[in-house]
């Protein structure tokens, strides 16, 4: 076959219209899956904030305009999940990342016996995060479990109470159990990016003296930033979506006070099939999280051309 | 000199260990009260293993309760959507590390935003789509939707294992007359095993843990995925811990399996990502 070797020059209209459309035909059956069960369940759920739909009620469906949004400016529930999602995301992702960089780095040095320890702290990464959830839930619990005991016995407790009935401390139990599941996330993606650090750099900087904290300072800091600034932004739109934990370990209680607002919409969908107020409040959640990438972007911006 | 070398060796070696502990050890207690005979779970409260284990938890959760059917319809779901998703996903992904076509952006942007806005969202409107056609509480609503959220994902894993791998291979096959589909079949497909290995078991876990969707969607024990029926068993015998427990660790082991296979893989494959930029 000549052609082959100039593939645009002698090929017949219809050989070339099945060039063309190859790739279409490859990216195809991924592409309609997504646009049928994501985008259009998307578009019809922003529809459903404007709408009155309860699962139950067979009346139900008319448009309502505003209602729902003039419903939760006056919802404090509403109110407190947004604060209690600010402090469970910050916490979270603060804490994931702190230990998460530190076990980078730990697993960076080379040592005997290095692929056994990655693989074992690594491990909470692959438990499901419903399991992760009841088995701290459980750890938490002065019946069966140890941990209410140690804190009292530390006198970090006055007695061994089940921190997650405890409405000033409940909000603990789901970070815990975040902080521990992901940790092996960020250690993952930070390894990654410090192993690509080209090593020489460091032999450099040992020859001309430089210390191992002015060598963190000085080459593996910058070298990491980019990759710390996205991990921490996807991660940080990621967890404040995240409600597998709080649902399974307080299910949002005591008296709301470990709710936030993706298992605020669960709860509005699946406890009260209220399918159009879940929905409003889902649209807001996604105007925020809209607004806080944009922020985002904007603070590298201005950030990139000031350096 | 040497001493502070050898402090320093020493206090990385326990932080290494603390990590451990600490990862382990929540498991560890799962495995412990899953062991732990009903008469000494509440004398034996804190104690580190129980003065004699028992395996009854397992034979009664295993004999006697509806868990090896959830066992069974988490396996169906979880593998038949990995297998679907790394299908669709290996398509999608060799055309975008392949062409360079004109909707090649969009797609990339389309796969993005799925990516950026809460999946809880989807929940009511889900429910009300899958309704009329039969498929809430039936596994395969489940697979549908898990495919749907897991390709996004599983495609850019797979271009960048096809980005991994030289153009030359298929162009030599194509100049001795193989179509670029065959090529891709017999000659690449072949070669990105170990990242079809790899997104097989990220979406299998993936499909494994899901909580919600399975919540909302399915509603009777028939179709019920592990977590349903787990969660229905805390809230039904909460006071059952040794069996839940056993429960667990059962959930745990096809999860846990996986990840052993793919996790030495994990750094590599990121690795390789970064060198790229």
Request: glycine share 6%.
């Amino acid at each position: 076959m000549t052609i082959a070797a100039h593939p645009h020059a002698a090929k017949p209209l219809r050989k070339r219209i099945a060039d063309a459309s190859e790739p279409y035909l490859y990216s195809a059956p991924a592409l309609i899956l997504i646009i049928t069960v994501m985008l259009v369940p998307l578009v019809l759920g922003i529809s459903y904030a404007f709408r009155d739909i309860q699962l139950l009620n067979p009346f139900s469906g008319g448009f309502i305009g505003l209602d729902h949004f003039r419903t939760l400016s006056e919802d404090q529930a509403f109110f407190r999940a947004l604060r209690n999602t600010l402090w469970w995301t910050g916490a979270s992702v603060f804490l994931q990342f702190f230990f998460g960089l530190i076990l980078a780095l730990l697993l960076d040095k080379p040592f005997a016996g290095r692929g056994l320890a990655q693989a074992l702290v690594f491990l909470p990464w692959a438990v499901p995060s419903f399991l992760a959830g009841l088995n701290w839930a459980w750890l938490f619990n002065p019946v069966i479990g140890p941990l209410p005991h140690w804190m009292y016995a530390l006198g970090i407790m006055d007695a061994p109470n089940n921190i997650l009935s405890d409405p000033h401390l409940a909000m603990w139990g789901p970070i815990v159990a975040n902080v521990w599941w992901g940790i092996p996330f960020f250690a993952i993606t930070l390894l990654a990016a410090l192993q690509a650090i080209p090593r020489d750099l460091y032999e450099a900087a040992s020859i001309d003296g430089a210390g191992p904290v002015q060598r963190f300072l000085s080459i593996t800091l910058p070298f990491l930033a980019p990759t710390i600034a996205i991990t921490i932004l996807l991660r940080t739109v990621w967890i404040s979506n995240f409600a597998d934990l709080i649902v399974v370990m307080t299910n949002g209680g005591p008296a709301d006070r470990t709710q936030i607002v993706a298992s605020y919409i669960f709860t509005q969908a699946f406890k009260r099939l209220d399918f159009g107020y879940a929905s409003a409040i889902a649209l807001v959640l996604l105007v925020l999280l809209l607004a806080y990438s944009m922020l985002i972007v904007v603070l590298r911006q201005t950030l990139l051309n000031k350096g | 000199m040497r001493t502070s070398k050898l402090l320093l060796t020493v206090a990385h070696r326990l932080a290494i260990l603390a990590y451990i502990v600490v990862a382990l050890f929540p498991l560890f207690w799962l495995l412990k009260v899953s062991v732990t005979p009903n008469d000494l779970l509440y004398s034996e409260g804190v104690r580190m293993w129980p003065s004699r284990a028992t395996f009854e938890h397992y034979t009664f959760v295993i004999a006697h309760s509806a868990f090896p059917t959830f066992f069974k319809n988490s396996l169906i779901v979880a593998g038949s959507t990995a297998i679907a998703v790394t299908i669709l996903a290996s398509l999608a992904g060799y055309a975008l590390s392949r062409f360079n076509f004109r909707a090649k952006y969009w797609i990339v942007a389309l796969m993005l935003i799925t990516q950026m806005f809460p999946l809880v969202m989807l929940v009511a409107p889900i429910f009300k789509m899958l309704s009329p056609l039969g498929l809430t509480n039936s596994l395969t609503g489940l697979v549908i939707v898990y495919t749907a959220f897991n390709v996004p994902f599983a495609t850019f894993l797979m271009q960048s294992f096809f980005d991994g791998i030289p153009k030359d291979l298929e162009e030599a096959a194509m100049i001795d007359g193989a179509t670029q589909f065959i090529a891709f079949r017999q000659i690449i497909l072949p070669l990105t095993l170990p990242g079809i290995a790899a997104t097989l078991g990220f979406v299998f876990t993936a499909a494994w843990s899901e909580l919600l969707f399975a919540l909302m969607l399915i509603s009777g024990n028939d179709a019920a995925t592990f977590p349903v029926g787990l969660l229905t068993f805390v809230s039904k015998f909460s006071v059952d811990f040794g069996q839940m427990m056993a429960a667990g660790i059962l959930a745990l082991i096809p999860a846990c399996l996986f990840f052993l296979l793919i996790q030495r893989y994990l750094v590599q494959g990121l690795t390789a990502g970064a060198v790229k930029g």
